[in-house]
């Protein structure tokens, strides 16, 4: 269930950073019954930007795949990078 306050509630900072904290989810704050700011932790922040990215790539690489991109064999591919890695 989403935590959702009234911005009157901003005063309370601390609570509102325990929440963010514990629940590792965003808090909805409204302004007039609607929705105005959503506030979270920096770690589930991040963890957001990174799971914006990896959907990202991965939609890039679906969409290279449809336009006729060349396949490599998974073997092969993690073979190519070692070298270059110099692994």
Request: aromatic share 4%; hydrophobic share 40%.
């Amino acid at each position: 269930m989403p935590n959702i306050m009234p911005i009157t509630d901003l005063r309370k900072t601390n609570e509102i950073s325990d929440l963010c904290h514990k629940s590792q989810e965003p808090v909805f704050i409204t302004k007039n019954g609607y929705g105005d700011l959503v506030v979270m932790s920096i770690e589930a922040y991040e963890k957001l930007v990174r799971d914006i990215q990896v959907d990202a790539a991965i939609l890039e690489a679906e969409k290279e795949v449809r336009e006729g991109a060349e396949l490599m064999d998974a073997r092969e591919a993690l073979v190519g990078l070692r070298r270059k890695q110099g692994a």
